[in-house]
């Protein structure tokens, strides 16, 4: 299960939170019919419920899976964060109230191989601008790779101590737009690519959680950015320009 990621947006209620929340809710109830059949629930959260910009990580360090986003409200600047917190402690509530088993996945920008062509998902068109030498890099610093977050998904079904955790799944450091281009340059040499203004990488994350008890190696974000932009190409969705 997960809820709507876009880019931009008009009416923050009506198309992020209330798809996101009566999303959950009607998917959720219908599970709550079923639970003899139903062994657990996976629900695609962000790592959005719990990055609270303004007043930063509950420990003063890191964020991890006790945080929650208390920062961001039904507005434009934090819409998006807004409507994955809600969704998620809705989930939680209904979980309790109806007693069926949850887990919750936590992922940052989802990036890594494309399998099609279709070049209309949020991150695909981010990673096809850079490519493409239209754009110096992504919105945000916060990566994982898609193959993780597929992991993730499948061992928290599987594993008995995942019930009732959430997981944050990510980078542990910020992937800022020169470490993507400084990645493409190295690999793509031939290729011509938007310069980024040089950033440092910057721990943001404790992921050990996800890798202690779902057993996952969290990939290198130069394979997730190589993989991404590779088979952008192969396919035809990014058409970069040569140098």
């Known amino acids: 299960m997960a809820s709507p990621f876009l880019a931009e947006w008009n009416d923050t209620q009506k198309e992020l939170v209330e ?52 920062d961001s409200e039904a507005d434009k600047e934090g819409g998006y964060a807004y409507s994955k917190t809600v969704a998620e402690k809705k989930a939680w509530q209904l979980s309790k109230k109806e007693g069926f088993e949850l887990a919750t996945i936590m992922p940052s920008l989802v990036l890594g191989p494309v399998t099609g062509a279709r070049p209309d998902g949020t991150s695909i068109n981010a990673m096809k601008g850079i490519v493409e030498g239209e754009s110096a890099g992504l919105h945000i610093p916060f990566v994982v790779d898609v193959r993780n977050i597929a992991q993730a998904h499948i061992q928290a079904a599987v594993t008995p101590k995942a019930k009732g955790q959430r997981y944050l799944i990510s980078q542990a450091d910020t992937v800022p737009n020169s470490a993507v281009i400084a990645v493409l340059k190295e690999r793509f040499p031939g290729l011509k690519f938007k310069d980024a203004e ?26 997730t950015i190589i993989d991404m932009a590779t088979t952008l190409i192969q396919n035809g969705t990014a058409k970069p320009q040569k140098k």
């Open 19 to 70: 798809p996101a929340l009566e999303g959950t809710t009607t998917v959720l109830e219908s599970v709550a019919k079923s639970k003899d059949t139903i062994r657990r629930v996976v629900l695609t959260s962000s790592v959005a419920a719990a990055l609270k910009m303004k007043s930063g990580p509950s420990n003063g360090k890191l964020y991890t899976e006790e945080d929650w986003n208390t």
């Open 198 to 223: 040089q950033e440092e990488r910057k721990p943001v994350f404790d992921n050990s959680k996800v890798q202690e008890q779902l057993g996952i190696s969290i990939i290198p974000y130069q394979d």
